[in-house]
């Protein structure tokens, strides 16, 4: 089953903040986050393999909750180069390494 | 920067007509994947190989759809015949441990 983002959609003003969420009903072992503008292909963002970790690529960060199935990518200052769809995907608890993409957050940031 | 190559970049086809695609994933990459993606969805996986093994393939509609990466380096996914519904961006990522994957540009195939 595909996770869960929310918000499908925001839009920001140069400087303000963002928070996206993704959710799974499933026990997960890590989580990955890209960005991907529009007509190119994914861009690795970060990931997180242990319940309850934070990590910072600059002024986007993430925290991933293990026991809640959920992750949230932060968002702060944003520039006019974070516009994107960011997508979460999830690799399953168990075994395997195949990740399973969330449905998007179309983020815009406008001057 | 190594990066994933993928060709063509743009494919027009017509409906029932064979289409294939070429990936080449970073130098050293033993997991190779291709992904399916319709516009304003998330990508799907199709198939994974590790090495030159198939190690994921539910997902390929295998009465159409065949992949191969037979010197466990570059791969190639073929479709035959293609279908309306294929249209879509067929993205190729690569992966050193299966942790982080790396994509490639993607093919965007159009099927009239």
């Known amino acids: 089953q595909q996770p869960v983002q929310s918000p499908q959609a925001v839009i920001l003003r140069e400087g303000e903040d963002a928070v996206i969420n993704c959710s799974s009903s499933?026990?997960?072992?890590?989580v990955h986050w890209y960005r991907q503008k529009h007509g190119e292909a994914p861009v690795f963002l970060m990931i997180l393999l242990k319940g309850g970790e934070q990590k910072g690529h600059e002024k986007i960060s993430a925290s991933f909750n293990e026991k809640k199935q959920q992750s949230s990518l932060y968002l702060t200052a944003s520039q006019l180069s974070y516009s994107g769809t960011y997508f979460c995907?999830?690799?399953?608890?168990?075994?395997?390494?195949?990740?399973?993409f969330g449905t998007g957050t179309q983020l815009k940031v406008e001057l | 920067e190594a990066e994933v190559a993928q060709s063509p970049r743009y494919k027009i086809t017509e409906k029932s007509q064979a289409v294939a695609f070429w990936c080449d994933p970073i130098s050293g990459h033993a997991t190779l994947y291709w992904y399916r993606q319709i516009l304003g969805q998330g990508p799907e996986l199709l198939v994974q190989?590790?090495?030159?093994?198939?190690?994921?393939d539910s997902q390929l509609p295998k009465d159409r759809f065949s992949a191969e990466r037979l010197k466990g380096v570059d791969s190639t996914l073929k479709i035959q015949p293609a279908e309306l519904g294929d249209s879509a961006m067929y993205l190729c990522a690569s992966s050193p441990v299966g942790i982080e994957q790396y994509f490639g540009p993607g093919t965007r195939l159009t099927v009239t």
């Open positions: 995907g999830m690799r399953p608890a168990g075994g395997g390494n195949k990740l399973t």
């Open positions: 499933k026990a997960l072992y890590s």
């Open positions: 190989f590790q090495d030159e093994s198939v190690v994921d």
